[in-house]
């Protein structure tokens, strides 16, 4: 997603998770292209993928359907690897976010180390630029990582929020920092992991940050906000049958 909204920040919904209730079972529902609809009619943004090497929660055929279907930018979460640039490649999602991954986490864990691996990165972010993707770099709010970010040529960073969302009394400050210096050397800033309603707003207030991307909170909010509804739906469903 690029661009600054009118009146704000930009809001990318993360459905993986909706993904991974539909696993579960083996089945079809839920069908995370229905997730996806239903928080852009809401008014999100974009919609955010991440496809794992193991295929988790989001599988390929996601990706194609749910990226034909929106009107929106789709952001494809993806580590560094020949595979996932492939998928990208074949697929051309609006954005491409790199992420680390490592299949015992149960969650990403801290951010990708763009410095230490810039050998690695700088021909992948290449190939997914030339294919017209724009590409987010999934980092700590490191200085050290900022500056890697812009010498790799990624137009935009996200910035980790995972250690703020623990508690981290230095975090807000370090965020702040970041996201000025990001914005200092020309890249676009984002943030997301952890966010929910008690701890979202300081992040959203920072300035130079355009966009925040929220998921695993929102899905399982949802599960909350939305049972006693389809439960009442049921009910009445199972009652008109006799």
Do not use: W
Not at 69 to 86: F, I, K, Q, S
């Amino acid at each position: 997603m690029s661009g600054t909204r009118p009146g704000g920040i930009r809001l990318g919904v993360n459905i993986d998770h909706v993904a991974t209730v539909r696993n579960a079972r083996g089945g079809a529902h839920p069908d995370p292209l229905d997730a996806a609809l239903a928080a852009v009619a809401a008014g999100a943004d974009g919609i955010t993928l991440h496809l794992r090497e193991d295929r988790r929660h989001i599988r390929d055929d996601d990706v194609a359907r749910i990226r034909d279907a929106l009107g929106v930018p789709v952001n494809l979460e993806m580590a560094a690897t020949d595979e996932m640039v492939r998928i990208a490649l074949r697929y051309l999602p609006h954005a491409a976010c790199i992420v680390p991954e490592r299949r015992a986490e149960v969650t990403t864990e801290g951010g990708l180390d763009a410095a230490g691996q810039a050998g690695a990165l700088r021909p992948r972010i290449a190939a997914l630029r030339a294919a017209g993707i724009r590409v987010s770099l999934f980092i700590d709010p490191d200085p050290a990582q900022i500056r890697a970010a812009a010498d790799l040529g990624a137009p935009v960073v996200e910035l980790h929020t995972g250690a703020y969302a623990e508690g981290r009394a230095d975090e807000l400050e370090r965020l702040r920092e970041g996201a000025a210096l990001a914005a200092s050397l020309g890249l676009e800033v984002h943030a997301g992991h952890g966010l929910s309603y008690d701890n979202v707003c300081p992040v959203a207030a920072i300035p130079a940050v355009a966009e925040l991307n929220i998921g695993h909170f929102l899905i399982g909010q949802a599960i909350l906000d939305g049972l006693s509804n389809v439960v009442s739906r049921m009910k009445a469903l199972i009652g008109a049958a006799r």
